[in-house]
């Protein structure tokens, strides 16, 4: 079944422990992205990947890094997570331009 | 850069009512725009989107959108709606020529009462 996993769903944690968010899809997509979604906000970009080794920055990448080693993988690393980082997290993938995004199931961290 | 403004954070509406949720952006460049549906405790689901050609798209749940050069707007609408069609509703908008991942609104919530 063609889709974007995401690990952990729920994630509780306490400020400055280091996390990782992990995201995979199975489609061979080059295009993946990391939002998070608050509440009055909507979805928000935070970093993004057009291909292996190629990612930027989007609307909000402060406190957080991201990797892209292989096609199918994109974590989203916390180094020092914040309580301001408590959010709805998920990861995206299209194929290409224009084309339909598939999102992962998400993952609600709080931080604490 | 581009830019999405959806003008109303909350839309009540009575059952079998028309319904039209806003969208206007900005780019200095060729766009592509779509519109994303998040049914309650779920991910993001695609519901429509324009590329190029006619202005205007339909999905297959009855709902359409007229892309609108001019006023740079893409709004969404929906001739009788269902309690089933509630929901929180993005609009979205990629540079064709640039990152191609899309920048998304903040959200309206459609609220279908009976």
């Known amino acids: 079944e063609a889709q974007v996993t995401q690990n952990p769903r729920y994630l509780i944690t306490v400020t400055g422990k280091k996390l990782t968010v992990t995201c995979s899809q199975n489609m061979n997509h080059e295009y993946m992205s990391w939002y998070r979604q608050d509440p009055g906000l909507g979805l928000r970009q935070i970093y993004y990947?057009?291909?292996?080794?190629?990612?930027d920055k989007g609307d909000v990448p402060e406190g957080y890094k991201v990797s892209r080693k292989e096609k199918r993988n994109f974590p989203l690393i916390l180094e020092s997570p914040s309580p301001n980082q408590t959010s709805l997290y998920f990861c995206?993938?299209?194929?290409?331009?224009?084309?339909?995004?598939?999102f992962g199931s998400g993952t609600q961290l709080s931080v604490l | 850069a581009q830019s999405v403004t959806q003008l109303d954070s909350q839309v009540p509406v009575f059952e079998e009512a028309p319904v039209e949720l806003r969208c206007n952006y900005s780019s200095s460049v060729s766009v592509y725009l779509f519109w994303y549906v998040q049914y309650p405790n779920q991910g993001l689901q695609l519901l429509l989107k324009?590329?190029?050609?006619?202005?205007l798209v339909e999905s297959i749940n009855g709902f359409e959108a007229e892309f609108n050069k001019s006023q740079t707007s893409f709004h969404l609408r929906k001739p009788s709606v269902h309690i089933s069609d509630t929901a929180e509703y993005f609009c979205a908008v990629s540079d064709s020529g640039g990152s191609y991942i899309p920048t998304f609104g903040r959200g309206t919530s459609l609220i279908v009462h009976p």
């Open positions: 990947s057009m291909n292996v080794e190629v990612t």
């Open positions: 324009y590329l190029s050609g006619s202005t």
């Open positions: 995206a993938s299209t194929p290409r331009p224009g084309g339909k995004l598939f």
